[in-house]
Structure formats: structure tokens, C-alpha cells
Nanobody
């Protein structure tokens, strides 16, 4: 099992900043990618940003230049620094991890419980 615990959501005014954190724990898995997805009311969940264990990053076009993903491999923790926030960034943000089961070599996917980010004046 891999547990993902998120923190850092909240209410912020447009133009403000928030930093999300997601700590992974568990044994028997090798986490090769971590990332953030979000889901706004009435919309599908979308990928916001990902980062591999090697440091390769990918971003949703609408957040490029405003959001920064980073990762502490030693702590199995991923961060999402969100700057210049806009009302359209309002959503529940979910941490995601891709991991290989060391016993079976199968790839697995794990999700956090989600944290609300609200951008409003």
C-alpha cells in the first residue's frame, strides 16, 4: 500500500499563492512518478503537473509559468507551488503517484484524498 497525505489547500485571493504538499508513505513499492490533478465542479479531472523520480516535469498548458512542481525523493514528497492564482484554478487538487510493486513488478496508481483550493475575492 502507498498512502498519500496532502496539505496546503485553502482560500486565496486572485493573484495570490498557495503551496500544496503531498507525502507518500508505505513499503514494497518504488514510486517513479508523482503529480497533481484537479477537478472542478461539473468538470472532468485533469492533470496539472507531474514529475518523475529523475526530475522530468510536465504541466497543463494553462498553468505553465505560474505553477511549479518539485519533489524531494528522500522524503517521497511532492510540492506544487501555485502563484498568480486565478478563479479558474478553483478545484479539488489530488495528489497522484505511480509506483511499481516490487513483488510483482506491476505498475500501480495511488490517489490522495484531495484538498480544496478556492481562488476568490
Amino acid at each position: 500500500q502507498v498512502q498519500l497525505v496532502e496539505s496546503g489547500g485553502g482560500l486565496v485571493q486572485p493573484g495570490g499563492s498557495l503551496r500544496l504538499s503531498c507525502a507518500a508513505s508505505g513499503s514494497g513499492f518504488n514510486i517513479y512518478v508523482m503529480g497533481w490533478y484537479r477537478q472542478a465542479p461539473g468538470k472532468q479531472r485533469e492533470l496539472v503537473a507531474t514529475i518523475t523520480s529523475g526530475g522530468d516535469m510536465d504541466y497543463l498548458d494553462s498553468v505553465k509559468g505560474r505553477f511549479t512542481i518539485s519533489r524531494d525523493n528522500a522524503k517521497n514528497t511532492v510540492y506544487l507551488q501555485m502563484d498568480s492564482l486565478k478563479p479558474e484554478d478553483t478545484a479539488v487538487y489530488y495528489c497522484n503517484a505511480g509506483a511499481v510493486d516490487l513483488k510483482t513488478s506491476r505498475r500501480t496508481t495511488w490517489w490522495g484524498q484531495g484538498t480544496q483550493v478556492t481562488v476568490s475575492s
